[in-house]
């Protein structure tokens, strides 16, 4: 068995090592003209499902290191002022596993091949019943299985379901990262909570790694390289629609929107790096109703783009990557055909992204009034 993976995010990475694993053969296109061609970092938190199925598409021999790259973590959730001071709580209390993007992507990369510059343009169900898919500046590429992991803009969605679109929220935000020092120890309280300003939330987060990553593979997993990075507070500031000046970087736009705020919150943004602070939407794609079965199917945002006030993106990309594995391995030991597999993955993904889409845009209100959610 033979399958195509069209991007090289968390979903498809981790789809191709859990296929590397059961011996399947896994090909992975990505359209950036390299690896490293846009940032894609900052922490996240997976939750007890989405670190088990990551967990599970890697080799047992770098659990150690995935271990010693997180950090456990716990946040109550307030609603703070801009004087950091409590008027209010989010919900119940969050608990999870955090990690760096980044860092997880450099994890799952070690050992694949991954053709980069290569767009895909569209595809064809071929008479055998495999699928070949056809690259701007590439040969063709012909598999028994096309997964589409190439994230909300999808061109393996454009062809396999038309119908279903992206709809933008209208909310923008600005995400940055600054470096974890003794200076901002004191905004313990405000990781994990919201600080409302007149109009936007500002959001924080705290990454410290139990062992510095390429620290960490040096000792336990040399043949895997990862980025050297230290502690950071990954922040980002939710706007109002329209509400991100043109004329201003990144920086500036949460700086314009902070006077008057604690001093220490307007520093910590006045030292983030401004090369990995940038202005992005919010937009999400619902899964509506099932293509007709064959050998393409989708992964991750292609089918379920969530809003990230959800926290749960990652998490059901990587629950898609390791069921589908487990799918397709049941498939190549003859314990059901091909199709049969993709269908049951397709059945049990549809009903969970959905829900994944509908809760975290449920969660959307409490930090951008105005969304547009119809």
Known sequence: MRVSIVGAGLGGLALAQGLRGAGIEADVFERDPGIAARFQGYRLVLDPIGFQAVRDCLPTRWHPLLDEIVMD??????????????????????????????VLRH?????????????????????????????????????????????????????LSPQTTPTDTGVRFVIGRTPLTDEFAGLSKAYGSKIAGDGVSLLLGAMRFRTPPKQAAEQLAPEVTLPDIGDYVRWAMILPPNGSPENLTAQDTVLSRMEGWHPRLRTLIEQADPDNSTLLSIRVV????????????????????TSPTGGNGANTALRDADLLRRCLIEAREGRQDLLSAVDDYERQMFEYGAEAVRSSLEKLPAFAPEAKLS
């Open 107 to 159: 994890l799952l990369l070690t050992g694949l091949t991954v053709h980069t510059d290569a767009a895909l343009t569209g595809y064809d169900v071929l008479a055998d019943g495999n699928v070949q898919a056809q690259f701007a500046r590439r040969d063709p590429a012909t598999a028994d299985l096309l997964v589409g992991a190439d994230g909300v803009t999808s061109a393996v969605r454009e062809v």
């Open 73 to 102: 973590a716990s946040a109550e959730q307030l609603i703070l002022d801009p004087q950091l001071n409590e008027i209010g709580r989010l919900g119940a209390g969050r608990t999870g596993i955090v990690v760096d993007r980044q």
């Open 286 to 305: 619902r899964p509506g109703e099932r293509w007709a079965s064959g050998p393409v199917t989708l992964l991750g945002d292609a089918i379920h783009a």
